[in-house]
């Protein structure tokens, strides 16, 4: 008993002693393997600016750049040798990737191990049976008119009862400026949590309080958007072992995400989820786990939040520069509308064409996701010739896509929502040439709950309030992220336009 006390504390150090050694080994082969495949010592131009951020001597954003290389390259596709990436802005490749042989562009599992902490089994991390039962239950949902109602509803309220409100009590005062994409990602948080839980975090009441998830949920999504940004996954795999630095503040924002998701979820259970039309009570008649619901409702947030608060923050920094645009969208208001209505209804906005198109043409130059990887399962060539090897990264550039000469004309700098009419008439095109919604068999699910959601701002604000955004310089510059978010917000002073 004694020898065995005694050897304990040596039997102890010799099992840490190998598991460290293990873990040394397998991250040194791991890297190995790794630099095999994303060549780190290329030396070409394009790897070279990219190594020593050169291209920010030129460029106010990487996608700006991005985009000078895509619109000069031959075939709209170019390589980031030591990120293993290919990024294509040319649109047969994205249908080719989304569509086509959708099978070979999966997630994978490099990305959906960067967000894995976060999103865990959400649709928006997953592949295969998984994405099948979250993308067939939430199609269902979102498609039904019941529920499209109901998500209407909560916009509308949200938008008469606190959006106005509040933007009327700062209007017409010369020192009281307001951060716009601050209120819209109130606004749109709000209303995704009501739509998604049933529940109401009040974000956008008078006193502006932050809520805890909110802010447990910004810090996840900017540390996990940041580990996409390492030289290499093993240095933020490493820091998570060792529950260091950005990853331990990582994962204690997870803890407070996991711990606030749990109480949306029992207080749900104990309100009873039957006959309620939010998400997750819909989601809680077909699922039982906690966990899995969790994740679910995750993915909910991060998809309807930052999105919708991004389109609306860029559409009203150009309506600014763009005021002919502007007294169209008014006009087109006026005309559809009583004058004593400040709310629309939902058919109202349907005939509001000219709006549907301004908003189309906002997010081609500023889509609220910029850019989207997909993982390469077999050694493949895309049909610009580009051979593409498997275990890498493609990437299509919505951002650069809406910037190419080729599918838009020699005027694709301008905003023109003209261009999006056909004898008035709002006129789609491919979404392989504008995959703001994505395209395929991944295309977003709540393409039009966030255009309903947006058309209700425009239309509530553009005729009460005159926004004055006080940013100087034409190019917006944006943080790194999963979705666009401006650099310093978008400063603005309100004026109510007298009736
Ligand atoms: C302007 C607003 C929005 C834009 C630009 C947008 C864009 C996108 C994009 C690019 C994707 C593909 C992402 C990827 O695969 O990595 C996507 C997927 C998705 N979006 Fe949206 N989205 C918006 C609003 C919303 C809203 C409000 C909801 C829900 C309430 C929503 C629900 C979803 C879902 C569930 C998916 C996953 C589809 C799948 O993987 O099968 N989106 N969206």
Known sequence: ?????????????????????????????????????????????????????????????????????????????????????????????????????????PKGKAFSTILSDLLGRGIFNVDGDLWKFQRRMASYELGSLAVRLHAFQ?????????????LASVANRQDDIIDLQDVFRRFAFDNICKISFGLDPGCLEPSL????LAVAFDTASRLCATRATAASPLIWKIKRLLNFGSERKLKKAILLVNLLAEEVIRQRRKMGFSGHHDLLSRFMAAVDDNMYLRDIVI??????????????????????????????????????????????????????????????????????????????????????????????????????????????????????????????????ISPFKYPVFQGGLRVCLGKEMALVEMKTVAVSMIPRFKIDVLVNGHVPKFEPGLTATLRGGLPVLVHEISL
């Open 1 to 105: 008993m004694v020898i065995g006390i005694s050897l304990w504390p040596l039997l102890q150090s010799s099992v840490s002693f190998r598991f460290f050694s293990f873990t040394i080994c397998f991250s040194f082969f791991s890297m190995l393997l790794f630099l095999m495949r994303i060549r780190p010592w290329c030396s070409c131009e394009i790897c070279h600016i990219y190594l020593r951020s050169s291209w920010a001597t030129k460029f106010h954003n990487l996608c700006d750049w991005y985009t000078h290389l895509l619109s000069n390259s031959p075939s709209q596709t170019i390589h980031i040798h030591i990120l293993g990436n290919t990024i294509t802005a040319n649109p047969d490749n994205v249908e080719y990737m989304l569509k086509t042989r959708f099978e070979n562009y």
């Open 154 to 166: 909560i916009v509308t309220a949200e938008t008469q009862h606190r959006l106005l409100p509040l």
């Open 209 to 212: 309080p932050m809520s805890e």
């Open 299 to 428: 993915s909910f947030l991060l998809a309807g939040r930052d999105t919708v608060a991004s389109g609306l923050t860029t559409f009203f920094w150009l309506l600014a520069k763009n005021p002919e645009a502007e007294s169209k969208i008014r006009a087109e208001i006026v005309q559809s509308m009583e004058p004593e209505e400040q709310i629309p209804s939902y058919e109202q906005l349907k005939g509001m064409h000219y709006l549907h198109a301004a908003l189309y043409e906002s997010m081609r130059l500023y889509p609220p996701v910029q850019f989207d990887s997909k993982f390469v399962v077999e050694d493949d060539v895309l049909p610009d010739g580009t051979f593409v090897k498997k275990g890498t990264r493609v990437t299509y550039h919505p951002y650069a896509m809406g910037r190419m000469e080729g599918i838009w004309g020699s005027d694709f700098q301008q905003f023109k929502p003209e261009r999006w009419l056909k004898n008035g008439l709002f006129t789609p």
